[in-house]
């Protein structure tokens, strides 16, 4: 083919539109975060009251899911305070300045905390008992703000329920918690209304560390005839240190999850924390992916509640199992 000075001109400018089209390419590719292997597309945080199997097992559920679920790359940072306020206070602070994409808080008191620092970021709670007594949300329907997720308020009804079941001649509950803790205030008010519903006495007693649960178990000898451990962090931290005394002393307890019966506890209606861990991944990711606001979010329940009992302890306090708890429940023991 001849070229002449217009076949040229006209080349030019196809090679320059083409160039520009190219380059275009190229800047919209590299703003796509998910191709860059360097840079993560979401920065989830993990702020976990305290180590512990059950909450670890949330939060291990929680980051599985996530994972599973949500596209691009995926970095977590978890952080735990055991309990220390001041660390508390300084890890809240670096999910701020770091500029998270969203946290996942177990624990109401490290919820609160984050919670006064941004009211951008979204944060999704696992297994806050009262999320709306805590003054997290305005309701649970329409929490309102950069706060939803999951609560574990336990089903006390019918707890106390199953308990009369194999326990018919207890009189006198008593429940051991630390009263620092905002859920556990909560928890002991709906036991307090529950026994008194059904005649029975509840008897209450507080501990400030684990280091007070073995003198604070001593005392109640006499005074109770069974005793409940809530999902009270100081109490569930503890209760290798609660269930050893407590046989020791002939007290049965009754709990809330299933790795407590499995580790001595009585028996125990609940749910699996696991479950609450996926729910609130579900959660983040309709956040995350789909573009919701926390603020128009109901806080969510376990779907199922389950009985677990623990055959070794009805033998050591000579009880007879009831027949609806071998076709309901299920026996679990170490």
């Given at each position: 083919?001849?070229?002449?000075?217009?076949?040229?001109?006209?080349?030019?400018?196809?090679?320059?539109?083409?160039?520009?089209?190219?380059?275009?390419?190229?800047?919209?590719?590299?703003?796509?975060?998910?191709?860059?292997?360097?840079?993560?597309?979401?920065?989830?945080?993990?702020?976990?009251?305290?180590?512990?199997?059950?909450?670890?097992?949330?939060?291990?559920?929680?980051?599985?899911?996530?994972?599973?679920?949500?596209?691009?790359?995926?970095?977590?940072?978890?952080?735990?305070?055991?309990?220390?306020?001041?660390?508390?206070?300084?890890?809240?602070?670096?999910?701020?300045?770091?500029?998270?994409?969203?946290?996942?808080?177990?624990?109401?008191?490290?919820?609160?905390?984050?919670?006064?620092?941004?009211?951008?970021?979204?944060?999704?709670?696992?297994?806050?008992?009262?999320?709306?007594?805590?003054?997290?949300?305005?309701?649970?329907?329409?929490?309102?703000?950069?706060?939803?997720?999951?609560?574990?308020?336990?089903?006390?009804?019918?707890?106390?329920?199953?308990?009369?079941?194999?326990?018919?001649?207890?009189?006198?509950?008593?429940?051991?918690?630390?009263?620092?803790?905002?859920?556990?205030?909560?928890?002991?008010?709906?036991?307090?209304?529950?026994?008194?519903?059904?005649?029975?006495?509840?008897?209450?007693?507080?501990?400030?560390?684990?280091?007070?649960?073995?003198?604070t178990l001593v005392s109640l000898v006499?005074?109770?005839?069974v005793l409940y451990a809530p999902t009270?962090?100081?109490?569930?931290?503890?209760?290798?240190?609660?269930?050893?005394?407590?046989?020791?002393?002939?007290?049965?307890?009754?709990?809330?999850?299933?790795?407590?019966?499995?580790?001595?506890?009585?028996?125990?209606?609940?749910?699996?924390?696991?479950?609450?861990?996926?729910?609130?991944?579900?959660?983040?990711?309709?956040?995350?992916?789909?573009?919701?606001?926390?603020?128009?979010?109901?806080?969510?329940?376990?779907?199922?509640?389950?009985?677990?009992?623990?055959?070794?302890?009805?033998?050591?306090?000579?009880?007879?199992?009831?027949?609806?708890?071998?076709?309901q429940g299920t026996e679990v023991s170490?």
């Open positions: 083919m001849k070229f002449t000075k217009k076949n040229t001109l006209i080349c030019t400018i196809c090679l320059l539109v083409a160039s520009i089209i190219l380059g275009l390419i190229i800047i919209e590719r590299s703003s796509d975060r998910s191709l860059d292997p360097q840079t993560p597309h979401y920065k989830i945080g993990i702020f976990q009251v305290a180590r512990h199997p059950v909450l670890d097992a949330m939060a291990d559920t929680f980051q599985k899911h996530a994972k599973e679920n949500l596209s691009g790359k995926i970095v977590f940072v978890a952080l735990v305070p055991e309990g220390d306020a001041s660390k508390n206070e300084q890890m809240a602070q670096r999910f701020v300045s770091d500029k998270f994409d969203l946290v996942f808080v177990i624990g109401t008191n490290q919820a609160q905390t984050l919670a006064k620092k941004t009211s951008t970021i979204p944060i999704v709670l696992g297994a806050a008992t009262d999320p709306q007594a805590a003054g997290l949300v305005k309701s649970w329907e329409h929490p309102g703000a950069n706060v939803t997720g999951t609560s574990d308020l336990s089903p006390i009804a019918s707890q106390l329920t199953r308990l009369l079941e194999i326990l018919p001649q207890a009189k006198r509950i008593g429940i051991i918690y630390n009263p620092a803790e905002d859920n556990s205030g909560i928890i002991v008010s709906r036991f307090k209304d529950e026994c008194k519903a059904r005649g029975l006495t509840s008897v209450t007693a507080t501990v400030s560390n684990q280091n007070e649960v073995r003198q006499g005074k109770i005839d009270d962090a100081t109490i569930q931290s503890a209760f290798p240190l609660l269930i050893g005394t407590a046989n020791e002393l002939n007290i049965p307890v009754f709990d809330c999850d299933e790795g407590t019966v499995k580790d001595g506890a009585l028996f125990s209606v609940g749910f699996n924390y696991s479950d609450l861990g996926r729910i609130s991944a579900e959660m983040a990711i309709d956040i995350l992916e789909n573009g919701k606001s926390p603020s128009g979010m109901p806080i969510r329940l376990a779907d199922t509640y389950q009985l677990f009992y623990n055959p070794t302890q009805v033998n050591r306090y000579s009880l007879s199992l009831p027949d609806s708890w071998q076709e170490r």
